[in-house]
């Protein structure tokens, strides 16, 4: 009889301790189930922070980016693009809007600044454009001749009369024409390539006096 009585107890002491062992195991797995998820918390918080931090910096480019803008008195909105002025060429009949960039996506749409000051601005502007024969665009560019004379007005409605007096062609990377050097006058530069793109055409102008 004690012999029975002895493994019974033993059978019991191993399911006591298979449930006890149970019992930890399950402790622990929930333990770091919420280690996990505390952490997978942690991960969440910090990305939202990121992309706070992220937006913050977002918005204050686009502040200064505006600021830009309103040094360089981009107000007028022409075609759903903010454009800095208007350039106008009688002789070829071309009325076009000047973009503030230049660039593979503003060179598709219209003329672009490449340097210089503000449209009207004491310096050297300097404007690029394809040559593609678009109504806004520089393929009529090589008709123009010395003495035409070139229109440009910027936001504020101020329009002022260029007169060519310069009409070249110069390879890439021949960049002489971009100088601002213009002993305190107005000029402007308008440049596009030549057929087959090997030379570029640079017509300058400078501003007429009444």
Request: proline share 2%.
């Given at each position: 009889?004690?012999?029975?009585?002895?493994?019974?107890?033993?059978?019991?002491?191993?399911?006591?301790?298979?449930?006890?062992?149970?019992f930890?195991?399950?402790?622990?797995?929930?333990?770091?189930?919420?280690?996990?998820d505390?952490?997978?918390?942690?991960?969440?918080?910090?990305?939202?922070?990121?992309?706070?931090?992220?937006?913050?910096?977002?918005?204050?480019?686009?502040?200064?980016?505006?600021?830009?803008?309103?040094?360089?008195?981009?107000?007028?909105?022409?075609?759903?693009?903010?454009?800095?002025?208007?350039?106008?060429?009688?002789?070829?009949?071309?009325?076009?809007y000047?973009?503030?960039?230049?660039?593979?996506?503003?060179?598709?749409?219209?003329?672009?600044?490449?340097?210089?000051?503000?449209?009207?601005?004491?310096?050297?502007?300097?404007?690029?454009?394809?040559?593609?024969?678009?109504?806004?665009?520089?393929?009529?560019?090589?008709?123009?001749?010395?003495?035409?004379?070139?229109?440009?007005?910027?936001?504020?409605?101020?329009?002022?009369e260029?007169?060519?007096?310069?009409?070249?062609?110069?390879?890439?990377?021949?960049v002489?024409?971009?100088?601002?050097?213009?002993?305190?006058?107005?000029?402007?530069?308008?440049?596009?390539?030549?057929?087959?793109?090997?030379?570029?055409?640079?017509?300058?102008?400078?501003?007429?006096?009444?």
């Open positions: 009889m004690k012999s029975k009585v002895i493994v019974i107890n033993n059978i019991k002491l191993m399911i006591i301790l298979f449930l006890t062992i149970i930890i195991s399950f402790l622990i797995f929930n333990s770091n189930d919420e280690d996990i505390n952490l997978q918390s942690n991960v969440i918080i910090n990305n939202i922070k990121i992309k706070n931090n992220a937006t913050s910096n977002t918005v204050e480019t686009v502040t200064n980016i505006e600021k830009e803008i309103n040094e360089e008195d981009i107000l007028i909105e022409a075609n759903g693009d903010m454009v800095i002025g208007k350039l106008e060429i009688p002789k070829i009949d071309l009325v076009t000047i973009l503030p960039e230049t660039n593979k996506e503003t060179l598709n749409k219209s003329v672009t600044k490449l340097c210089g000051p503000k449209v009207n601005g004491v310096g050297n502007l300097c404007i690029t454009g394809h040559n593609y024969h678009k109504d806004n665009m520089f393929g009529n560019l090589k008709d123009v001749e010395i003495n035409d004379k070139i229109y440009l007005t910027d936001n504020k409605k101020n329009k002022v260029y007169g060519v007096y310069d009409i070249y062609k110069v390879y890439p990377e021949e002489e024409c971009l100088s601002q050097d213009t002993k305190g006058e107005r000029e402007v530069t308008l440049i596009t390539c030549t057929t087959g793109a090997v030379k570029r055409l640079i017509v300058k102008a400078r501003e007429i006096y009444d």
